[in-house]
């Protein structure tokens, strides 16, 4: 009985003893604090991260620009700022030219699980570790990447075709997208995320490349620009899921596993859940009287298309790793039937 005892003690204190040794990795996210995305991963899928790795492992997510600016997470992620991030890498596309071609091949994808499909199952990781070893020297380890959402793109007025982008200021990222809108006709503006909701209250832009319907709405963005595009015309931006080199290495093969795993299952999760609330959405917009949801017609839709596709193809020309990354997109398009 003593003996009993005795095992039962030492593994009452065991357990909290092994609890207490969980590495917590603190990331950054490119999601704003009230976004749905946020919420949604904090409220169903945070947990899950404890369970898959038996309370070896946690994450913390911070939102957007809470440590530094979203563009400079990977020299943050690399110097041990921050364990890793959660973030469109739509930012560092100024940092290198292939970024804007694995961020958000604009006009490429028709959904988002294509595009998770080529991260996962063939290069888009392979090339998102490319693109991070050219500006971190190893010291950035990417787990996983792909997009969760099609954007919608709130207006103040209303843009009913692509000859009416012509002369609008669009608040868009830096890079491709806003290669693409310059070409359209329109004046991109760059301005970070947090500060959409001010620069179209005050007609600072005429509409925002922002982010999926459900966000848009979460945040309020609708007050202020009732016309909003859905489905978006162009937009698919891909994040990018990173941890430092060391923390990575010092984590368990099995712990490694299980957070790609982790990430692909909440993106696929997130992504199938965001398209049903995008529709849901939308169509009680349209039926309320107070809000204009616009879709365009498909030959707008062409039109946007040729003008982007010409924009690739430039980008491509930028760096030989923005070429390899074009080249390992339409290679993958090309295997799935979207050319």
Known sequence: MKLTLTALLAGSIALPAAMASAETLNIQTSFNAGDF???????????KISEMTEGRVEIVLTPNGSVVPAKETPEAVAAGALDGDFTSVNYFAGL???????????????????????????????????????????EVHVVACGPYSREALPARTPIRTFEELAGKKIRSPEGLAAAVFQAAGASPVSIPF??????????????????????????????????????????????????????????????????R???????????????????????????????????????????????????????????????????????????????
């Not at 595009?115 to 020297?137: H, N, P, V, Y």
């Not at 030959?299 to 010409?310: H, Q, W």
Request: charged residues 25%; aromatic residues 10%.
């Open 261 to 339: 795993t982790w990430w692909y299952d909440a993106m696929y999760a997130m992504a199938a859940e965001v398209s049903k609330l995008d529709v849901e959405l939308a169509a009680r917009d349209a039926a309320g009287g107070k809000i204009e949801v616009i879709d365009w017609p498909q030959e707008s839709r062409d039109e946007l298309r040729k003008v982007a596709r010409e924009q690739w193809e430039d980008y491509a020309t930028k760096s030989g790793l923005a070429k390899e990354a074009l080249d390992a997109h339409i290679a993958y398009m090309t295997k799935i039937g979207l050319f």
């Open 37 to 47: 995305s946020t919420q949604y991963l904090t409220e169903n899928w945070l947990p």
């Open 96 to 138: 290198e030219p292939a970024y804007a071609i694995m961020g958000d091949l604009i006009s490429g994808y028709d959904t988002p699980e294509q595009m998770l499909g080529f991260c996962k199952d063939d290069r888009g990781e392979e090339m998102m570790q490319k693109a991070a070893d050219s500006i971190t020297g190893g």
């Open 194 to 259: 947090s500060e959409v909701f001010g620069a179209l209250e005050k007609g600072i832009v005429d509409a925002a490349d922002a982010s999926a319907y459900v966000n848009n709405d979460a945040t309020g963005l609708h007050d202020v620009a009732p016309f909003p595009l859905y489905p978006g015309i162009h937009s698919m931006p891909s994040l990018q899921f990173t941890i430092n080199t060391e923390k990575w290495e010092a984590l368990s093969p099995e712990d490694q596993t299980a957070l």
